[in-house]
């Protein structure tokens, strides 16, 4: 059993916008007061689709980072790093490699999806079609058991879970095992020991399931017994082997509808996208401008909001009252479009005010980034290093 941790990651694609906002970094927000949390920027998983075009990372990563910290991510709170900073990510990667059927990674549905959607590019790469298992060692590098995705992501943290028990199955069982579990019960001590077979014994015999949770709770809090004792003990507890691997959950993160100003998915490449650190003065024009009802063409017409871009933004910043005035002004063509855009002006300007004033500091001085980061790489690579020295070992690579 391993303590809690929640791992996300995104690529490096330019400057964030709204849509990352209510979407991704209000939940890892959220999460950081909640979980260890670990954040990094997937700086090889842009190599996979974009490796002809390596500068944006460069031009990408620094402002990415800016607004994730702009949002709130709290260095104090979690961890931030880079991808490639931390080479233990590319080790696991190469050596899961070993163990993952081709097939497997053929099957995962972005593999063809996005060959299809992105067909002006040459992506019959090994690296593209490995792309699912390096996000699979960022996942298990950490033994994180939470990871905050979009729906989009999720077979890959279905991919990941069945790799980790691929692994578990084939390398798990260290040798002599048995062995070494029976010489690490004894150093719980007399009693504890013998309440601990007596508990395991129920449990995998009897089936019984109380005795198993009893058992786990012994160990847990088992101050006396090191660390990979304690994996031997609760994978013979279970009747597993030793978890080498944890298994990742998915922590889905609903799509939350922020639309872009034409009404769609909030997107670069649609060119409808407020920024997180946009100029006030930008942001006011963008939204006066955007899309309303086409029903609308004079003042004096009535219109829908169900079928106005407008009324998606009230739903994220208005309070009920407000959306009421929308509802009925709208319908009854009562308020004019320039009005029922304004308090949707005044929200998002307020919502950035607090992202701007975070975000100075680290525009006046960028060191403060470099530091954050390098702070953040060091964390992780203890943390991998941890892992890998278990991979390592499972793997028949610590020889002398
Ligand atoms: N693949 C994700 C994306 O393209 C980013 C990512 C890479 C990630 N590694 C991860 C997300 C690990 C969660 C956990 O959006
Ligand atoms: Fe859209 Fe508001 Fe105009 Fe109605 S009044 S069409 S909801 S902008």
Not at 359 to 380: F, H, N, T
Request: net charge negative.
């Amino acid at each position: 059993m391993y303590a809690e941790r929640v791992l996300s990651g995104m690529r490096p694609t330019g400057r964030l916008h709204l849509g990352h906002y209510h979407g991704v970094l209000k939940n890892w927000v959220q999460l950081q007061n909640d979980y260890p949390c670990l954040f990094f920027v997937a700086d090889w998983h842009a190599l996979t689709t974009s490796y002809d075009s390596p500068e944006v990372i460069a031009d990408s990563v620094w402002d990415m980072l800016i607004d994730w910290l702009a949002a709130g991510v709290d260095p104090e709170k979690a961890t931030i790093f880079i991808q490639s900073r931390v080479p233990q990510h590319a080790e696991l990667h190469l050596l899961l490699s070993m163990i993952s059927p081709v097939g497997w990674l053929e099957r995962v549905p972005t593999y063809k999806d996005q060959q299809e959607k992105l067909a002006h590019k040459d992506l019959s790469t090994y690296g593209f079609l490995g792309y699912p298992l390096l996000m699979s060692a960022d996942i298990l590098l950490y033994r994180a058991d939470k990871v905050p995705v979009g729906e989009d992501q999720l077979p890959h943290v279905e991919f990941t879970r069945e790799i980790a028990r691929r692994f578990n199955h084939m390398f798990g069982r260290e040798p002599g095992f048995e062995d070494k579990a029976k010489e690490a019960v004894k150093k719980l001590g007399g009693k504890k020991a013998k309440l601990f077979e007596e508990l395991r014994k129920r449990f995998q015999q009897e089936g019984d399931a109380a005795a198993l949770e009893q058992g786990r709770v012994l160990l847990k809090e088992s101050g006396s017994v090191g660390h990979e004792d304690l994996e031997r003990l609760y994978g013979y507890l279970e009747g597993s082997g030793k978890t080498i691997l944890v298994e990742a959950g998915a922590l889905l993160t609903e799509a939350a509808r922020m639309p872009g100003l034409d009404g769609q998915k909030m997107s670069k490449s649609y060119g409808n996208t407020i920024f997180l650190r946009e100029e006030p003065d930008v942001v006011s024009k963008k939204i006066r401008t955007m899309q309303t009802d086409p029903a609308r063409v004079r003042r004096t017409d009535p219109g829908d909001p169900d079928k106005c871009p407008v009324w998606q933004f009230h739903l994220i910043y208005s309070d009920d009252d407000t959306r009421k005035w929308v509802q009925q002004g709208c319908r009854s063509a009562g308020i004019g479009c320039i009005e029922c855009k304004q308090p949707v002006i005044d929200g998002v300007l307020r919502e950035q005010v607090a992202m701007r004033e975070r975000a100075q500091p680290y525009i006046e001085d960028p060191s403060l980034v470099r530091r954050i980061v390098a702070q953040g790489c060091e964390r992780a690579s203890a943390l991998a290093e941890e892992t890998m020295r278990d991979v390592r070992e499972a793997m028949g690579l610590s020889y002398r």
